[in-house]
């Protein structure tokens, strides 16, 4: 062994009104710093697109831009935006009705796509006040308060609760929606006694209204949950439970995944609440796979609701110890957040955050005296040395952490981590042949112990090739993968 040296967001989200489904969306703002040198030639300096003016408006306030424009395009000031919306908002609702008219508010003209962090939050604000005002002769109409109850959960799940305004803020909205969601039902169960409606429309009605409140009372459940004290806890548990309830009454795709991440939010709020450990309530793989395929099919690959449901599934596999998959899906995402996003969206953030996760390769040493986990490197001395770096502390703090080069054989891949078969006598065909040590097969010893003995215990490692079983394969005829072939894959 040798020593060779020591190697030293905001919150937001977005309800996809359009599907009548509720989606939550994270991503970061960008604000334009007005300060720009000399050398910049005037066609280079942004204007609002609206008014076309360069400076501030007339209260002081910058030009904005948190979407996906680039360049010099997209600029705009938060009160032309708003004035646009509300004209846009207005005629959308006077042709299509209401189910359309809250667009304007969430997404960009230019780039098409969703606007993001404190410019989304100010005109969520400016589209309760637009429907709340806006619409005086229709107020009492159900398909307005609909859209009145999906303005207020935009507004809401924008909110972090990190200061008491947002606090008191997020509760009067929390109020305002419980009211809404109630008139709607006795709204609802009036027309049906007055048998007003035909049976199937008032299914549907229904149908809408579930899924309404299910999704409202998630949301509210998140909120709670983000005040990060043990009331708010308690509250994000009652409401994720009544979430629950409400999606075990819905048979759809998107319900099946609703209900078990609900069922993931309780048992993970239970654990905190009880400071036990957590329960297993992972969300099954399929469900998201699932959810990521309806987004592509709906959105398009390029859509941040795609690219987050993308992130989830990742985590997903993960999870399950699939790093390859995930690793070749995030890859994927990244190329596709960067091209249609830019590196500065929250998008293109999410999927880093992630990727890097992923692409950390984490391996146990089988020497006197060293403990814990320690991430891989690289090769050296054409891979009879292995570098490593740790070992790894929770949080990580990689300043605190050495770099060391170990004899390869002494190097035992963790689970979740990418290797290649070489060196195998009796089952030669299998060298060269990529997979994930999905889990170590660990004998108990003599004394009752149980740790892994390179001569004895075996990595079970599963194939990317899917034709291949899993096998066990002992640490020596194995070698991480830094680098895996084919990033940008199919789709999971």
Not at 293 to 300: A, N, P
Request: net charge negative.
């Amino acid at each position: 062994m040798s020593v060779t040296g020591q190697e030293g967001d905001s919150f937001s989200a977005v309800i996809l009104f359009r599907s009548a489904r509720v989606s939550v969306i994270f991503s970061t703002s960008f604000c334009l710093d007005l300060t720009m040198s000399s050398s910049k030639r005037a066609e280079d300096v942004p204007s609002c697109w609206l008014c076309l003016e360069e400076g501030p408006d007339e209260g002081g306030a910058p030009l904005v831009r948190d979407c996906s424009c680039r360049g010099s395009s997209g600029f705009a000031h938060l009160s032309c935006i708003v004035k646009y919306a509300e004209s846009a908002g207005k005629r959308l609702y006077e042709r299509e009705g209401p189910s359309t008219c809250m667009d304007p508010f969430n997404i960009c003209p230019n780039c098409k796509q969703y606007y993001q962090n404190d410019v989304h939050k100010a005109l969520a604000k400016a589209c309760v006040e637009f429907v709340e005002e806006g619409f005086e002769d229709k107020k009492n109409f159900l398909p307005h308060k609909h859209l009145y109850a999906h303005a207020l959960m935009t507004q809401m799940v924008m909110l972090d609760g990190k200061n008491e305004g947002e606090k008191a803020g997020g509760e009067e909205i929390i109020a305002k929606f419980i009211s809404v969601m109630e008139e709607m039902k006795s709204q609802l169960e009036q027309l049906e006694q007055l048998e007003s409606l035909d049976w199937g429309t008032c299914l549907r009605l229904r149908d809408d209204l579930t899924d309404l409140e299910a999704n409202g009372n998630a949301n509210i459940g998140h909120f709670y949950r983000r005040l990060n004290s043990n009331e708010g806890l308690l509250k994000a548990k009652e409401r994720f439970e009544k979430a629950r309830d409400l999606f075990k009454k819905m048979h759809t795709m998107e319900a099946e995944t609703s209900l078990a991440k609900m069922k993931q939010n309780i048992s993970e709020l239970e654990s905190e609440l009880s400071g036990n450990e957590v329960h297993d309530e992972d969300i099954d793989v399929i469900y998201l796979q699932r959810d990521y395929h309806r987004c592509l099919g709906i959105y398009g690959q390029s859509s941040s609701a795609t690219i987050y449901a993308g992130v989830a599934l990742a985590k997903a596999l993960l999870d399950e110890r699939r790093t390859i998959e995930a690793e070749m899906l995030l890859s994927k995402l990244e190329d596709i957040s960067r091209r249609t996003h830019g590196h500065e969206h929250r998008s293109t953030k999410s999927v880093l955050s992630v990727l890097s996760s992923a692409r950390e390769r984490k391996v146990v040493i089988r020497f006197e005296g060293f403990s814990g986990w320690f991430q891989a490197l690289r090769y050296e001395n054409e891979g009879e040395d292995c570098v490593v770096q740790g070992p790894i502390a929770f949080p990580r703090n990689v300043d605190e952490e050495e770099q060391y080069s170990f004899d390869s054989t002494d190097i035992i891949p963790f689970p979740g981590t990418p290797v290649v078969c070489h060196g195998l006598q009796k089952a030669a065909h299998l060298n060269g042949m990529i997979g994930d040590v999905r889990d170590l097969d660990v004998k108990e010893k003599e004394d009752g112990s149980k740790y892994f003995d390179v001569d004895t215990d075996r990595c079970v490692v599963h194939f990317e090739d899917k034709s291949l079983k899993p096998v066990k394969v002992k640490a020596a005829n194995l070698r991480v993968v830094f680098n895996l072939p084919n990033a940008n894959g199919d789709d999971p």
